[in-house]
């Protein structure tokens, strides 16, 4: 019974987010609500198990999601992405062109998240397909999938640190994973798989999109650039190596506190405010505007977070995680599988990445302690079910099919064939690296 009204509320998440078209927000809390009191939670218990649930997540979020927006915003708006983007193109040179856009989006990628990305980098693909006298796809795939594989794979974005904080995983171990399956993922994800559908012609939709190209003078140094976007990623990183490799001691206990997420974060915003804000002429005043509308472009996917950790939180304190766990405690099936397969079903499902990684962390979170599995490499499981096919009620789908002016055909051919290269080849690394771990 209670797997059955789980199913009747994950159909109710999907029909309202769906068909009725209401906010995930909100129809995350609607279920999250149905669920609890179906299952038999007092009613009186419903409102606090949903606020502890969602301020429990967004206590462990709101810093590095509202800073992960902040330096993206910053490095959108100041041209470091556009340097960093031109400057590997340049140096790659026509003929491997595309291979330089797949390693510029992992790196503009691991800062933003996947439509600010997108949108940041589309006028540069093309500017470089224009240039460069070559098809649009042949750069346009490899950004795509570089940007969906950080966005899958990589903390501090939405889904994957969520699910971390839900497994109670280690955050810069998961990146350190996260880092070794990206990379192949993207290369056969993006310039290998193009050579697949080289034949389907894109084009750019007239009027679809007015590009800001800055200037060479208006834009930070390719140093400066990167430096600034893998500061986050360069303390989390070191703090998941300290970990593996150093004693117990002062310097550990130092890269353990710069290592933190949010300490990461609060440390690389402070450096964007100079590298990417004073240093380029700006005022304090017009950089905290553009922090303010980096907070506002992350103020619902803040929210959505929230609620997918009270849905979490309703699973957990009505028994319901628990009785899943117990029915899969003996099962053949690797609980690292399971957790790829319930996010991909939900994903299907429902279309939002975030929402499958969330509601599936929900679902399979008792998996972690009863079967001992890695928690770090659950995140990775979840985070690539997640991301698998991308349906037309993924926002994704159209976002790709309107910007490179494909048929509905042609989109399924390209952007939902790459997501469902990524999704099994995250399961294929989290199972290969499970073996060593």
């Given at each position: 019974m209670p797997l059955i009204i789980l199913a009747c509320g994950i159909f109710i998440l999907f029909f309202l987010i769906i068909?009725?078209?209401?906010?995930?927000?909100?129809?995350?809390?609607?279920?999250?609500?149905?669920?609890?009191?179906?299952?038999?939670?007092?009613?009186?218990?419903?409102?606090?198990?949903i606020t502890k649930g969602l301020g429990g997540t967004l206590g462990g979020l709101a810093i590095i999601l509202s800073f992960g927006a902040i330096l993206g915003k910053l490095m959108a708006e100041s041209g470091g992405a556009q340097r960093i983007a031109t400057t590997m193109i340049n140096l790659f040179g026509k003929e491997k062109v595309k291979w330089a856009v797949c390693l510029t989006g992992v790196v503009v990628g691991i800062a933003l998240f996947y439509e600010i990305g997108f949108v940041l980098l589309i006028p540069l693909i093309?500017?470089?397909?224009?240039?460069?006298?070559?098809?649009?796809?042949?750069?346009?795939?490899?950004?795509?999938?570089?940007?969906?594989?950080?966005?899958?794979?990589?903390?501090?974005?939405?889904?994957?640190?969520?699910?971390?904080?839900?497994?109670?995983?280690?955050?810069?171990?998961?990146?350190?994973?996260?880092?070794?399956?990206?990379?192949?993922?993207?290369?056969?994800?993006?310039?290998?798989?193009?050579?697949?559908?080289?034949?389907?012609?894109?084009?750019?939709?007239?009027?679809?999109?007015?590009?800001?190209?800055?200037?060479?003078?208006?834009?930070?140094?390719?140093?400066?650039?990167?430096?600034?976007?893998?500061?986050?990623?360069?303390?989390?990183?070191?703090?998941?190596?300290?970990?593996?490799?150093?004693?117990?001691?002062?310097?550990?206990?130092?890269?353990?506190?710069l290592g933190n997420p949010n300490i990461a974060l609060t440390i690389s915003i402070f450096i964007a405010f100079y590298t990417f804000g004073i240093s380029r002429g700006k005022t304090m005043p017009e950089i905290m505007k553009t922090v303010e509308s980096g907070i506002v472009a992350i103020a619902m996917i803040l929210l959505i977070?929230?609620?997918?950790?009270?849905?979490?939180?309703?699973?957990?304190?009505?028994?319901?995680?628990m009785y899943i766990g117990k029915m899969v405690e003996h099962s053949a099936l690797s609980p690292l599988f399971l957790a790829w397969l319930i996010a991909a079903v939900i994903r299907i499902a429902c279309g939002s990445a975030t929402v499958a990684a969330l509601t599936a962390g929900g679902i399979v979170a008792p998996l972690i302690s009863i079967t001992g599995a890695d928690p770090q490499l659950m995140v990775l499981a979840t985070g690539a079910g997640s991301l698998i096919v991308s349906p037309p009620n993924d926002p994704g789908f159209w976002l790709f099919k309107e910007f490179f002016g494909l048929t509905i055909k042609d989109t399924i051919k390209t952007w939902c064939c790459l997501e469902t290269i990524i999704s099994v080849m995250g399961l294929l690394g989290v199972l290969t690296i499970s073996l060593f771990v």
């Open positions: 068909k009725v078209k209401l906010n995930s927000f909100i129809s995350l809390l609607l279920v999250a609500g149905l669920v609890g009191y179906a299952e038999g939670l007092p009613i009186v218990k419903l409102i606090p198990t093309f500017t470089i397909a224009s240039s460069a006298g070559i098809p649009l796809l042949e750069v346009g795939i490899p950004m795509a999938a570089a940007l969906s594989v950080t966005h899958g794979f990589l903390p501090p974005h939405p889904g994957p640190t969520a699910i971390a904080i839900i497994y109670k995983a280690d955050i810069g171990t998961t990146l350190l994973y996260g880092l070794i399956i990206a990379i192949p993922t993207a290369i056969v994800a993006g310039p290998l798989f193009y050579n697949l559908v080289r034949n389907i012609k894109a084009h750019v939709p007239d009027g679809l999109y007015t590009p800001k190209i800055f200037k060479e003078e208006e834009m930070p140094s390719f140093g400066i650039s990167v430096f600034t976007a893998l500061v986050p990623v360069i303390l989390m990183a070191a703090d998941a190596i300290g970990k593996m490799t150093l004693p117990k001691g002062s310097l550990l206990n130092v890269l353990n506190f977070v929230g609620a997918g950790g009270a849905l979490k939180q309703i699973l957990i304190d009505s028994g319901v995680g």
